[in-house]
């Protein structure tokens, strides 16, 4: 059974640089894209970005100048980096493990997220 | 940016009702649309993919129709651990990928 668990700063000021990671335990690491989506507080699902295992991302435009996403193969892990925080980056994080294919691109595993606060 | 949105914001039904959650693209989308249940404090799951195949162990109560712009996420007869959120989500064109705000589906 296939489990990520995320972990991260929860508490952030304003120009600061949000860092979470997330690991995959339980499953394989390789073959899959991974992205990280977020949710702001009574919003909807925002896609923030993926990653694939040839280390190629693809950024939601939104976000593109502040975003980083990387991987560790050698530890079955995946960072987020967003820089130059604000009170609208605060949110619910997580990670998914994403199913890309020529007629899919669905999230079939999530973390259950981290909870990131921008405040001064 | 293909743009989803989802009506009704909130549904109230009665568990072992039928419940319609319903999802419109902002320009048609083909089948490349999936859909996900979220409950508070836990992980979103995944529910139905290519807008109409059920990811691996969900029940067949759930069942997913639609092409092009519009497209509905069926409960055949509610359970209490469906009441949860829903949310659709479009891949026919990325980037971004982008999701509907939600639907609400509450007890009644």
């Known amino acids: 059974q296939v489990e990520l668990q995320q972990w991260g700063a929860g508490l952030l000021k304003p120009s600061e640089t949000l860092s979470l990671t997330c690991a995959v335990y339980g499953g394989s690491f390789s073959g899959y894209y991974w992205s990280w989506i977020r949710q702001p507080p009574g919003k909807g699902l925002e896609w923030i970005g993926e990653?694939?295992?040839?280390?190629?991302?693809k950024y939601n435009p939104s976000l593109k100048s502040r975003v980083t996403i990387s991987l560790d193969k050698s530890k079955n892990q995946i960072s987020l980096k967003l820089s130059t925080v604000t009170a609208a980056d605060t949110g619910v994080y997580h990670c998914?493990?994403?199913?890309?294919?020529?007629?899919?691109?669905?999230?079939?595993?999530w973390g259950r997220g981290t909870t990131v606060t921008v405040s001064s | 940016e293909i743009v989803m949105t989802q009506s009704p914001v909130t549904l109230s039904e009665s568990p072992g009702e039928r419940a319609n959650l319903s999802c419109r693209a902002s320009q048609s989308v083909s089948t490349n649309l999936a859909w996900y249940q979220e409950k508070p404090g836990q992980a979103p799951r995944l529910l139905i993919y290519?807008?109409?195949t059920r990811a691996t162990g969900i029940p067949a109560r759930f069942s997913g129709s639609g092409s092009g712009t519009e497209f509905t996420l069926t409960i055949s007869s509610l359970q209490s651990e469906d009441f949860a959120f829903y949310y659709c989500?479009?891949?026919?064109?990325?980037?971004?990928?982008?999701f509907g705000q939600g639907t609400r589906l509450e007890i009644k």
């Open positions: 989500q479009q891949y026919y064109n990325w980037p971004p990928i982008t």
């Open positions: 290519g807008a109409t």
């Open positions: 990653i694939n295992q040839s280390g190629t991302t």
């Open positions: 998914a493990r994403t199913r890309v294919g020529f007629y899919n691109y669905y999230m079939d595993v």
